[in-house]
C-alpha cells in the first residue's frame, strides 16, 4: 500500500507532529529522514528493512560510505545528511553542555557522553573537566584501548585538569561489548584517579560508563570514595 492511503495518523510525519516525536518507531523515525521508498516498496517499509540489514539505528550511523552507499534506496547525498544529523545533534548536547544546564540534568550529561562514545568500537576514556559551579570547561577523550580495555595513567589525567584550570571532573568510557556494567578494573582506576586528583583539590562526580544507549553511573551506585 502507498503511504498516501494510509490512515494520516498512521502516517509519521502527521504522527510526529500530533504526538511528538519519541511517539515513532526506529523505522518511523527513519522514513521520515529517508523521505521517499523505492519502487515496489513504500518508504516505511524500505525503512523497516534497511534496520533489518544493518541491524539497529546506530549501525547505520556507524556504517561506512561504501557500506552504506551499497544499500537499496541510499546513495551519498543520503549518507552526507546522515551524517550531519548526527553531528547537529553531537552540538546540540554540547552546547546544552557548555551553557551550564548539564549539572542540572544528570540525564542531560548521560545524553552528551552517549553522543560521543557509543559509536566508538574500541574502548576509549574522556573526562569532563568542571570549574567550581560544576559547569563544562572542556571535554577530552584522553585514551584510545583495543576493544577490551584501555591504559588510563592518572598522571596524565591530573596534567589536564591542572591546565584546564578544573575544580571538578566526571570521569567516562564506553564498554564496545555493550555491557553497562562496572567491572574490578573499572573500580580499580576510579579509586586510584579519585585518591590523585584529591591530591590537587579535584573531586571526582562521577564515572559513568556508556554502552551503547545505557549508562552505568558510579555515584548512583554509591561506588565512589571507597
Not at 4 to 19: A, F, G, I, M, T
Not at 136 to 157: C, H, N, S
Amino acid at each position: 500500500m502507498m503511504l498516501k492511503d494510509w490512515p494520516s495518523v498512521e502516517r509519521p510525519r502527521e504522527k510526529l507532529l500530533n504526538q511528538g516525536a519519541a511517539s515513532l518507531s526506529d523505522a518511523e523515525l527513519l522514513a521520515i529522514f529517508l523521505r521517499t521508498g523505492v519502487q515496489g516498496c513504500n518508504v516505511v517499509d524500505l525503512a523497516r528493512q534497511l534496520l533489518m540489514s544493518f541491524g539497529s539505528i546506530s549501525a547505520i550511523y556507524k556504517a561506512s560510505e561504501e557500506e552504506f552507499c551499497t544499500r537499496k534506496g541510499l546513495g551519498t547525498a543520503k549518507y552526507v545528511q546522515l551524517q550531519a544529523c548526527l553531528e547537529m545533534s553531537k552540538r546540540h548536547l554540547a552546547e546544552q553542555l557548555q551553557q551550564g544546564y548539564a549539572l542540572t540534568s544528570s540525564q542531560a550529561t548521560k545524553n552528551y557522553l552517549i553522543s560521543e562514545l557509543r559509536n566508538e568500537t574500541r574502548e576509549v576514556f574522556a573526562v569532563l573537566f568542571l570549574n567550581n559551579q560544576h559547569q563544562v570547561i572542556k571535554f577530552e577523550k584522553l585514551f584510545y584501548g583495543t576493544i577490551d580495555a584501555a591504559a588510563v595513567y592518572p598522571r596524565i589525567v591530573v596534567e589536564h585538569a591542572l591546565k584546564n584550570q578544573a575544580a571538578a571532573v566526571i570521569l567516562s568510557h564506553n564498554h564496545p561489548s555493550g555491557i553497562a556494567e562496572s567491572s574490578t578494573a573499572d573500580k580499580q582506576i576510579t579509586s586510584r584517579l579519585e585518591k590523585a586528583l584529591d591530591l590537587i583539590d579535584v573531586r571526582v562526580l562521577d564515572h559513568i560508563i556508556i554502552a551503547g544507549h545505557q549508562c552505568y553511573s558510579f555515584a548512583e551506585q554509591g561506588e565512589l570514595g571507597r
